[in-house]
């Protein structure tokens, strides 16, 4: 007979799917209210589609068509058919317009929220599940479309916590370097993808390192060398000047396009772009949106493969840390664009599309790090506490009248003594406990200890016996009076002892 143990599986997640608790989840889920609220105040509707999308349904969001679990996670249906698990909200939304497009409002504005998956490679603060919030609008062509996303956008920003100088939007079009690269005679898609990753790079290399990269090549100070787009000194003279406009935050949104304008160059396509830029720039204007809330800048070039014209991104003006306090930069926090090939795939006949979408969990701990409500008004529940099983009925009465009045409230059930109970009444962050001993019961009265005062507080004792015999944020009160003690508590208004 064996005597082997049995195996015991090892207790861990999946590498790149984290576990969320308490605070952060409830700050993730009323970001995610706040935004939907501005959403739906603008005329959005809410959609949910599914988790798994057939895989040839997410078209160039696979990275290879021939390994379908590359870059997705994916399985096969009992008809052999490949699924995966939806790689962002926009590809699914393409599919849903359609599939229904003959039914679907003209244009269709809808708003979604929920997870995406990515079978990539995790590490530091890049996750395989989670979250986006994305607003877009399909069926219009109208460069006040892609104003009022950025509009929204800017909004939505507020909503969840930032003020007015403490994020940009930054945009740009696409269409200004299609229109430069087709003037200047660079036809080659893979020259002209090397040139635009440079650009990208502008806000971290500057224009010696993006000028090497737009040439020959870079050699950077780990001593990796990498190849330049090598193009005609003319266009690379073209986007200096683009980016040199870019670097002057002075400039108002129309100054800068006529600054790209000078530039010259752009052909009949970045024209379009610059006439394009001027309408959305109108109705922003028109909508009372600050210089300071959205600025123009060439550089944006997001979604190298993906948009079509004007592209958007915004970024995190607040000073961030990290746990140890270190400065840290965030950067991008959300951003958008138009793209308007992507139903196409399905009918054929290009339909035209604007939109914007955040990560919910890299907002929030942008949020946290800028020491900017990740936990605002996050609470646990007021905790009740139990000394005797004869008494029962009274804590029970006592939990049930708290939640009655809408107060978040639970009976402690374990079975510690009541210093383990207040230990356990301060981890879960619970603004008050009740305790009813046998004397409170006798006398009709009820203690609430107002934990967050008793917090404030002993900030500021040094002297132990002082803070016992103070006992700071403890009162008696009439039991008939305890939902409304606490619920002042609750509120803010703390009654000290």
Known sequence: MSTDAPTRPEARNPRGFADRRGADLTAERRLVARVSEVYERWGFEPLETGAFEYADALGKFLPDADRPNEGVFALQDDDEQWMALRYDLTAPLARFAAQGWETLPKPFRRYAFGPVWRNEKPGPGRFREFVQCDADTVGSDRPEADAEIIAMACEGLRAAGLDADQAVVRVSNRKLFDGLFEAGGVTDPGQRLTALRAIDKFDRLGWEGVSALLGEGRLDESGDYTRGANLPIGVAATIEAFLASAGDAALSRAAT?????????????????????????????????????????????????????????????????????????????????????????????RLPATGFSFGVSRLASALKAAGRGAAEGVRGPVVVIVFSDADMQHYLDAVSELRNAGIAAELYLGRAGMKAQMKYADRRGAPAAVILGGDEIAAGQVTVKDLDAGRTLAAGVTDNEAWKSERPGQRVVPRGDLVATVRAIVAGAHTGS
């Open 257 to 349: 396009l006529e600054a790209v304008a000078r530039a010259g160059g752009l052909g009949a396509i970045g024209e379009a772009a610059l006439e394009e830029l001027a309408a959305i720039d109108r109705a922003l204007t028109s909508m009372k949106v600050s210089e300071d809330a959205v600025r123009f800048d060439p550089t944006i070039v997001r979604g190298l493969e993906y948009y079509t014209g004007a592209v958007f991104e915004a970024e995190l003006l607040l000073d961030t840390t990290d746990d140890r306090g270190r400065a840290v930069r965030f950067g991008s926090i959300g951003g958008g664009g138009r793209y308007d090939d992507l139903v196409a795939r399905f009918t054929g006949e």
